[in-house]
């Protein structure tokens, strides 16, 4: 198996606040300790996770860390599930799906759109090589 065997994995990804939250003046409430995987709720009550994704983070980052190793065990006979899990707003669809599905970018893309990309780039790759042994037959 290309991920480590453990049965769930449990990673947490801050967002950055959003306009309306910007324009009420709010500030966050969580604080990931860089570097580690921890994340301070509050003044001082901390909790370890998988990993800590920060505000920073990219959808690329997101993918390779979260859902990539097990797209890859798919291969090998695994099955996996991702799912999202957090309060209203908390950025569940921007990770699963992306940015905007009406105009979104590559670097936009959600979760979804890059499995299904490395999945037909794994076939396609087996499928060449497929050919390429045949021929050297
Ligand atoms: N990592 C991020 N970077 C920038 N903006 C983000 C990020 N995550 C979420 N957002 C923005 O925050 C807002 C809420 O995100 P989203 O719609 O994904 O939340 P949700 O958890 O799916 O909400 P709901 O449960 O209400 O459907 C959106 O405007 C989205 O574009």
Same mark, same amino acid.
């Given at each position: 198996m290309a991920a480590e065997e453990v049965p769930v994995r449990v990673v947490v990804r801050v967002r950055p606040l959003i306009a309306r939250e910007? @324009?009420?003046?709010l500030s966050s409430c969580v604080r990931p300790i860089l570097g580690s995987k921890q @994340?301070? =709720?509050g003044k001082d009550r901390s909790f370890t996770f998988d990993h800590v994704l920060d505000e920073g983070s990219s959808q690329d980052e997101v993918y390779e860390i979260c859902a990539n190793p097990l797209v890859e065990s798919c291969f090998e006979?695994?099955?996996a599930t991702v799912f999202a899990y957090g309060q209203t707003s908390s950025g569940k669809t921007h990770t699963i799906t992306g940015a905007d599905l009406s105009a979104v970018t590559q670097d936009e893309q959600g979760i979804i759109?890059?499995?299904v990309?490395? =999945?037909f780039h794994m076939i396609e790759v087996s499928v060449r090589m497929q050919r390429i042994f045949?021929?050297?037959l």
């Amino acid at each position: 198996m290309a991920a480590e065997e453990v049965p769930v994995r449990v990673v947490v990804r801050v967002r950055p606040l959003i306009a309306r939250e910007k @324009l009420h003046e709010l500030s966050s409430c969580v604080r990931p300790i860089l570097g580690s995987k921890q @994340l301070v =709720i509050g003044k001082d009550r901390s909790f370890t996770f998988d990993h800590v994704l920060d505000e920073g983070s990219s959808q690329d980052e997101v993918y390779e860390i979260c859902a990539n190793p097990l797209v890859e065990s798919c291969f090998e006979g695994y099955n996996a599930t991702v799912f999202a899990y957090g309060q209203t707003s908390s950025g569940k669809t921007h990770t699963i799906t992306g940015a905007d599905l009406s105009a979104v970018t590559q670097d936009e893309q959600g979760i979804i759109s890059r499995a299904v990309g490395r =999945i037909f780039h794994m076939i396609e790759v087996s499928v060449r090589m497929q050919r390429i042994f045949a021929g050297a037959l």
